[in-house]
Each structure stands twice: as structure tokens, then as C-alpha cells.
């Protein structure tokens, strides 16, 4: 089954920028959908992107529009998140997801395949 990697997480001010990346390894990549996922302290997993197979069509979030930007290299095995104008609500960890299809608010239950995580904080 696939393996996911998430890198790229750290502490950021109000207002800057991170980008993650998450690598997998395993069956073919361009096989799966992809998903980006956080979870805050004390709440549920949350959707924020996901992207299809070829890369062609992204879907986000009302949270992460016009801020966060999720592509994928399927030569590299890669998917990742740029982030902008992060904001202290922004804080949780990031969890990037593989599965059978892209779309809005996908449901964690939707994903068969995760990374460990990893955190941001946004602090000032």
C-alpha cells in the first residue's frame, strides 16, 4: 500500500507563508487522489484540499480558498500545500491523505491512506 511523508511544518508568524510536502512511496502515485487534512487540538479532522489524479482540478475548502494552493508532481511523488497569510487559527497538524477520488469536504472517512502529520503552529 502506499507510505505518506509529510514535511514542511514549523512555527510561523501571523501573516507568513509555509509550504508542505508530502512523498509517497509504494503503488503507482498518479493511481490515487490526494488530500491535505488538519486537525486542531480538541477538534475533528478538517478538510482542506484535495487535488485529482493528473493534478488537472483542485478542490478546497471555503477555509483554505484564496489562502492555501495544493499541487501535485507526479514525476516526483509529491503532493503539496502552500500556505499564505497564515493566521493563529491556522495551528493544528497536517495530514496528508491518498484515496480513490478528489473533491469538496471530503470526509476522513473517504481517504485510505495517511501520513504521520505534520504540526504548525502560528504564533506571534
Known amino acids: 500500500q502506499v507510505q505518506l511523508m509529510e514535511s514542511g511544518g514549523g512555527l510561523v508568524r501571523p501573516g507568513g507563508s509555509l509550504r508542505l510536502s508530502c512523498v509517497a512511496s509504494?503503488?503507482?502515485?498518479?493511481?490515487?487522489?490526494m488530500a491535505w487534512f488538519r486537525q486542531a487540538p480538541g477538534k475533528e479532522r478538517e478538510f482542506l484540499a484535495s487535488v485529482s489524479r493528473s493534478g488537472a482540478t483542485p478542490y478546497y475548502a471555503e477555509s483554505a480558498k484564496g489562502r492555501f494552493t495544493i499541487s501535485r508532481d507526479n514525476a516526483k511523488n509529491t503532493v503539496e500545500l502552500e500556505m499564505t497569510n497564515l493566521k493563529a487559527e491556522d495551528t493544528a497538524i497536517y495530514y496528508c491523505?491518498?484515496?480513490?477520488?478528489?473533491?469538496?469536504?471530503?470526509?476522513?472517512?473517504?481517504?485510505?491512506?495517511w501520513g504521520q502529520g505534520t504540526q504548525v503552529t502560528v504564533l506571534s
Open positions: 509504494g503503488p503507482p502515485f498518479s493511481g490515487y487522489a
Open positions: 491523505a491518498a484515496g480513490g477520488h478528489a473533491g469538496y469536504n471530503l470526509d476522513p472517512i473517504e481517504l485510505d491512506h
